[in-house]
Antibody, heavy 122, light 108 residues
Framework: QVQLQESGPGLVKPSETLSLTCTVSGGSISNYYWGWIRQSPGKGLEWIGYSYSDGSTNYNPSLKSRVTISVDRSKNQFSLNLSSVTAADTAVYYC????????????????WGQGTLVTVSS | EIVLTQSPGTLSLSPGERAALSCRASQSVSSSYLAWYQQKPGQAPRLLIYGASSRATGIPDRFSGSGSGTDFTLTISRLEPEDFAVYYCQQYGSSPWTFGQGTKVEIK
C-alpha cells in the first residue's frame, strides 16, 4: 500500500518561498507521476502541478511562474517550491499520485497524503 | 478552464436512503475524464470513481458514477453511516485540471 507524507514549515512569511517535501513509502517513486494540490476555504481544491519521476513537469498556468516541483529518486521523495507567497497561498497542501496513460496529461489522483496546513503571515 | 458546478450544496438524508449528486461542466469533458472523491473532516480526499463510471479499488458497489459530456452524477444507492461526508468531482480531460466546490451529504 503506497503511503504519502508531507513535511515542511507550517508558517511562511509573505514574499518568501514555501517549501514542502512528500515522502513516498510502500512503493518506488520511479515510473510514476507525483503531484501537489492545495485546498483553501476561498478557492476550494486547486491543482498545483505534477512531475514525472524523470523530472518532466506540468504546472497550473495560474501558478506556473512561481512553482517548481522536483523528484529525488534516491530518497523516494518529491518536493514543492512556491515562491513570492502571499496570504492567498494559505492552504492545506496535499501531495498525491496522478495516474493515467503516460504522456496523456489526463490523470486522476489515486493516493493522497494527509495534508499539511501552511499559513502565510508575518 | 473548465468550471465544475456541483449541486446541491448540501444534501440532508437518512441512512438507507439514496443520494444523487450532480456535477455540471462549463464545457464538454473529453472522453469522460471525470473523477469523484470523498472527503471527511481532517482527512485527505479519497478516490471513489474515475473515468466517470469506474470504481476505484476497494470502493463498495453502492457507489456508482454516470454521465458524459457536461452532466455527471454520483449515486450512493443506500447511505451507510460512514458515507456522510463531502464529495468533489474533478475533470482531468483538459489542463488545468479543476474541481467542483463540493456537495456535503449530511445526516437528516
Amino acid at each position: 500500500q503506497v503511503q504519502l507524507q508531507e513535511s515542511g514549515p507550517g508558517l511562511v512569511k509573505p514574499s518568501e518561498t514555501l517549501s514542502l517535501t512528500c515522502t513516498v513509502s510502500g512503493g518506488s517513486i520511479s515510473n510514476y507521476y507525483w503531484g501537489w494540490i492545495r485546498q483553501s476555504p476561498g478557492k476550494g481544491l486547486e491543482w498545483i502541478g505534477y512531475s514525472y519521476s524523470d523530472g518532466s513537469t506540468n504546472y497550473n498556468p495560474s501558478l506556473k511562474s512561481r512553482v517548481t516541483i522536483s523528484v529525488d529518486r534516491s530518497k523516494n521523495q518529491f518536493s514543492l517550491n512556491l515562491s513570492s507567497v502571499t496570504a492567498a497561498d494559505t492552504a492545506v497542501y496535499y501531495c498525491a499520485r496522478p495516474v493515467g496513460a503516460r504522456g496523456s496529461g489526463k490523470y486522476y489522483l489515486d493516493y493522497w497524503g494527509q495534508g499539511t496546513l501552511v499559513t502565510v503571515s508575518s | 478552464e473548465i468550471v465544475l458546478t456541483q449541486s446541491p450544496g448540501t444534501l440532508s438524508l437518512s441512512p438507507g436512503e439514496r443520494a444523487a449528486l450532480s456535477c455540471r461542466a462549463s464545457q464538454s469533458v473529453s472522453s469522460s475524464y471525470l473523477a469523484w472523491y470523498q472527503q471527511k473532516p481532517g482527512q485527505a480526499p479519497r478516490l471513489l470513481i474515475y473515468g466517470a463510471s469506474s470504481r476505484a479499488t476497494g470502493i463498495p458497489d453502492r457507489f456508482s458514477g454516470s454521465g458524459s459530456g457536461t452532466d455527471f452524477t454520483l449515486t450512493i444507492s443506500r447511505l451507510e453511516p460512514e458515507d456522510f461526508a463531502v464529495y468533489y468531482c474533478q475533470q482531468y480531460g483538459s489542463s488545468p485540471w479543476t474541481f467542483g466546490q463540493g456537495t456535503k451529504v449530511e445526516i437528516k
